[in-house]
C-alpha cells in the first residue's frame, strides 16, 4: 500500500458503506491528524499530499467529501477544486478548503473556484466533523433527487415507448400543468411534485397490453376494465421511490371525476387532490386535440367547448376558466381558407 505521503486509503472491504472522505494536506502532520480523526468518527479515508495526487486518487476511490488544502505543491488547491468542478463526475462532491489563509479575498477566491466552504487552520475538531457531517447528508440528498430524477426520466420514456399514439403527450401535460400551478398559486415544491406527476400521471400503461393500448376501435367492457387500472398499478410502479410521495396522488387519481364518476376511488370534489384536478384538466385536453388510435384529433374550438360542458361534472369548476385562457395560446394558426367542421365527441371515454 502506498505511503501516506502519496496516496493511501485504510483497508476496507469492497462494499463498505461508510463515507469516504478524502484529505488533502501536504503537512505530513496534518494530514495524519485529520485522517485519524475521520477514521474515529467511522469514515474511511484517503489522504494525498499534493494537487496531482490528489486527482488521481478522486478518480479511483470516487470520495463523499473532500478537505482541501489551499497551499499544496504541484498544483495548489484553488487549481485542483477549478479541475474537480469542470468534470461532471465531481461537479457536486463537496469540497472544504481548509487553509491558515485568513483574507476575504482568499475566501472568495476559494468560494470562486467553487467550494462548499471554509475552514481556518487552526481548525476545532468539533466544527469540522460536524461541518464535514452536514455536507456528506447534503451531498446524499442531492444524489437521490438526481437518482430519482433519472429514474422518472426512464419510467416517462418507457411509457411513450408503450404506447406510441401518446409520443410527446407527457412532456406537453407538463407544460400545460406548469402554468396552470402557477396561475392557481402552488408553491415551488407543490410546483416539482406537479411536473413528476404530469411525467408520469400514465405510467401504468406499461402494465397494460399492448392490443389494448393499440386498439384502433372501441374497447369492450372488458378491456375498460383492464384499462382503467393503469392509475393504481402507476401508483405501485412509483411506490419504492421517495419522491413518489410528493406525485403519488396525483398519478392514482387523474382519473376521478368533480362529480365523483371518475376511478379507481370514486373521489369527488375537493376530496381529489389539488394536483390530480389540475392533470386531469390538461390531461383531456391534450388527449381531445391530438390523434388517438380510436380517433382523430378534434378541433381546437370543439375541446375549449368540451372543456366548459364538463365544467363542474368532470373537471373542477374553479380551475376550467383559469385554464381555458391557458389552453387557448395552444391553439393552432387558421390555415388560410380552411373550414373547421365539428366532429363532437364524449371527454369521459378518453384514456
Not at 197 to 206: A, E, R, Y
Request: glycine share 8%; net charge negative; with cysteine.
Amino acid at each position: 500500500m502506498a505511503t501516506r505521503d502519496e496516496i493511501s486509503l485504510r483497508p476496507a472491504s469492497a462494499d463498505d458503506p461508510r463515507a469516504v472522505v478524502m484529505v488533502v494536506e501536504d503537512d505530513a502532520a496534518n494530514r495524519t491528524l485529520l485522517a485519524n480523526l475521520l477514521e474515529r468518527e467511522g469514515f474511511r479515508v484517503v489522504t494525498a499530499a499534493d494537487g496531482e495526487a490528489c486527482l488521481h486518487a478522486v478518480g479511483e476511490w470516487h470520495p463523499d467529501l473532500i478537505l482541501l488544502d489551499i497551499g499544496l505543491p504541484k498544483l495548489d488547491g484553488l487549481a485542483v477544486c477549478q479541475r474537480l468542478r469542470s468534470v461532471r463526475e465531481t461537479r457536486t462532491t463537496p469540497i472544504i478548503l481548509v487553509t491558515g489563509r485568513t483574507d476575504l479575498a482568499d475566501v472568495v477566491a476559494g468560494l470562486d473556484a467553487g467550494a462548499d466552504d471554509f475552514i481556518q487552520k487552526p481548525f476545532r475538531p468539533l466544527e469540522l466533523l460536524a461541518r464535514v457531517r452536514s455536507a456528506i447528508r447534503m451531498r446524499q440528498a442531492v444524489t437521490g433527487m438526481e437518482t430519482a430524477r433519472s429514474v422518472v426520466a426512464a419510467l416517462a420514456t418507457a411509457v411513450e415507448a408503450k404506447d406510441v399514439s401518446t409520443e410527446l403527450h407527457c412532456e406537453r401535460l407538463a407544460g400545460l400543468t406548469a402554468r396552470l400551478g402557477l396561475e392557481v398559486g402552488l408553491r415551488p415544491d407543490e410546483l416539482e411534485a406537479l411536473a413528476y406527476g404530469s411525467l408520469l400521471h400514465d405510467v401504468g400503461k406499461i402494465g397494460i397490453p399492448e392490443a389494448i393500448l393499440r386498439k384502433t376501435g372501441s374497447l369492450t367492457e372488458e378491456e375498460w376494465t383492464v384499462m382503467r387500472r393503469h392509475p393504481e398499478i402507476g401508483e405501485r410502479i412509483c411506490r419504492p421511490l421517495v419522491l413518489s410521495r410528493s406525485f403519488a396522488s396525483i398519478i392514482r387519481h387523474h382519473h376521478e371525476r368533480w362529480d365523483g364518476g371518475g376511478y379507481p376511488d370514486g373521489l369527488r370534489g375537493d376530496g381529489i387532490p389539488l394536483g390530480a384536478r389540475i392533470v386531469t384538466l390538461a390531461d383531456a385536453f391534450d388527449a381531445m386535440t391530438h390523434d388517438r388510435p380510436y380517433r382523430p384529433a378534434m378541433p381546437f374550438e370543439r375541446a375549449i367547448e368540451e372543456i366548459r360542458r364538463m365544467s363542474g361534472s368532470q373537471f373542477d369548476p374553479g380551475l376550467t376558466p383559469l385554464f381555458i385562457p391557458l389552453a387557448e395560446t395552444y391553439a393552432p394558426p387558421p390555415a388560410a381558407g380552411s373550414t373547421t367542421v365539428s366532429t363532437g365527441g364524449r371527454v369521459q371515454s378518453l384514456a
